[in-house]
Structure formats: structure tokens, C-alpha cells
């Protein structure tokens, strides 16, 4: 592949560590945000998923992308469908960063957007990754500051993925057409509660940090009190109705398929991210 690989929101969580693993690669990468952000390695280009002024030169130059959704937004279909088709309009092949469970029921937004990729003809990776490990530094970092993780999980347990576990399987989909046209779903190694993630949690940084089960509208009301909107609140409430129904537990093999190593586990997340959970 001699083109470039556009990566989008590429200051993200997820962006950012697939942008870092391609250039390690060797691979030519277009970092796309917003506002331009420089990227160490990349050459940069501002995009707007909403402005399609900016698609062009996005593209231009380029022979795959990385696409995903940023944190936030509840309309993946209207959001992410017409870069989507524009990018395949040119040949690009496109790897889709999707969510764990969606093949569940053709209804669900990204689902759809899945789909649609699919109907396109471009060739296609589509990765599904299960709850982030690094949502404990962003997400929940303010209840660990007081000593708590509250959230409607109940007894229901998550194999949590790393985001460089994500990311290096982004760049491996995005460099070999090995994977095309197959869905993955991936997840850490070990199926966890909220109160085993809290122990271990605990335990690497040296502080008391606990599980509170609560139920949604508790949920509801800790996040828009911080300042999340309410929308976007329950929105997140209403995802852990399958980490309650045990449906996000159980590990696969995916990681290790596309990357060729195992995934890494939660206490290996915390201890590499110590100095963000001490914070």
C-alpha cells in the first residue's frame, strides 16, 4: 500500500493511539481533527465531520481510513455516513471502529452504519471493541478520586480492552489486507465486575477505591451533576443493560488474530497509566 491513511478525530482516545502505531509502522499518516492539531510524524489536515467542505482534502492522497464516532455524539448513521460514502465513492479501503454487540439486532445505529460500509463495496475492516480500560482515567476518574465507582453495572462483568490494544489492531487492518471484509469483536483477556476492576484498581495505585452499584437515574444524576449532558447521560445508562445481562463478559481470541499478541489486562492498563489514575 503506497497511499497514505487518513485517521479521524485522530487527538482522540482511540485516534491518537492508532495514529502513534502507524507511524511506528513506517506508514504515512494524515491526522484529521477539528482544528488541525499538530501530530508528531503526521502531516496534519483540519476536518469536520459535519462540514463536507473538508472531505476532499482530507482524502486527498489517501488509500485508507480510520473512522470512528467521538465520544459523545448519539447519531453514529447521520454523523458517520457521508465521509463513509465519500471515501468509498473513491476507492479508499475502510476500517470501522464500531461497538461490541451491535450484530445483535440490525436496529441499532451502528449496526447500521456497519451495514451501510458493507453495502458500499469498499473493502472493509469492522472492529467492535468491548468497554474501554481507559474509561477508569476519563469516564469514572472523578468517582476514583473520592474512592468510589459508581455505575449501574450490578453484578454484571466486562472483559475491558486497552485502547493501544484497539489502536494496534486498527494499524494491523489498516496495513494488510488479511482481515478484509470480517468483523472482530475485541476484548481483554479476563471477564472482571466492577468490584474486582475497583480491587485492582486499589491495589496498583495504593488508594481506596470501592464499587457502588446504583441504579440509572442515580447514574443519570452523578454524570449531569459533572456536567455531562443529560442526553448523553442516558445514553450511557442505557449501555450497561448488557453489562447487567451478562452479554459484554465473555473474551475472544480477536486481539491476538489481528495483532499476534494477547490483549492487554486491566492491572497491566493501570500500572502503565498510573500517573493518570493518581492524578
Known amino acids: 500500500m503506497s497511499g497514505k491513511v487518513l485517521v479521524l478525530a485522530a ?98 445505529p451502528y449496526r447500521q452504519v456497519e451495514l451501510l460500509l458493507e453495502r458500499t463495496g469498499a473493502r472493509f475492516v469492522i472492529l467492535r471493541p468491548n468497554w474501554f480500560s481507559d474509561n477508569f482515567q476519563t469516564y469514572w476518574i472523578e468517582g476514583i478520586r473520592h474512592g468510589a465507582i459508581a455505575v449501574p453495572a450490578a453484578e454484571g462483568k466486562t472483559s475491558f480492552i486497552d485502547a493501544r490494544d484497539i489502536a494496534e489492531c486498527a494499524a494491523a487492518a489498516l496495513t494488510s489486507d488479511a482481515f478484509n471484509g470480517r468483523a472482530y469483536n475485541l476484548t481483554g483477556p479476563e471477564a472482571l465486575g466492577y468490584d474486582e476492576a475497583a480491587a485492582i484498581l486499589s491495589r496498583v495505585t495504593g488508594r481506596p477505591i470501592a464499587y457502588a452499584p446504583v441504579d440509572d437515574e442515580t447514574f443519570v444524576g452523578i454524570l449531569t451533576g459533572a456536567g455531562v449532558p443529560s442526553d448523553h447521560a442516558r445514553f450511557l445508562a442505557s449501555i450497561f443493560y448488557p453489562v447487567r445481562q451478562g452479554w459484554v463478559a465473555k473474551p475472544t481470541g480477536d486481539v491476538k488474530t489481528l495483532t499476534g499478541h494477547e490483549p492487554r489486562s486491566v492491572e497491566v492498563y493501570a500500572r502503565d497509566n498510573i500517573d493518570a489514575l493518581k492524578a
Do not use: C, Y
Open 11 to 108: 487527538n482522540g482516545t482511540v485516534g491518537s493511539k492508532v495514529v502513534r502505531a502507524l507511524i511506528e509502522k513506517g506508514e504515512a499518516v494524515k491526522a484529521a481533527t477539528r482544528k488541525a492539531t499538530p501530530v508528531d510524524g503526521a502531516e496534519v489536515v483540519a476536518f469536520d465531520f459535519q462540514d463536507a467542505s473538508t472531505f476532499g482534502p482530507a482524502l486527498d492522497g489517501a488509500d485508507r481510513l480510520f473512522v470512528l464516532a467521538p465520544s459523545g455524539h448519539l447519531d453514529p448513521v447521520g454523523l458517520l455516513s457521508p465521509i463513509i460514502t465519500a471515501a468509498a465513492a473513491r476507492g479508499l479501503k475502510i476500517v470501522l471502529m464500531s461497538v461490541i454487540g451491535v450484530d445483535a439486532d440490525d436496529s441499532i
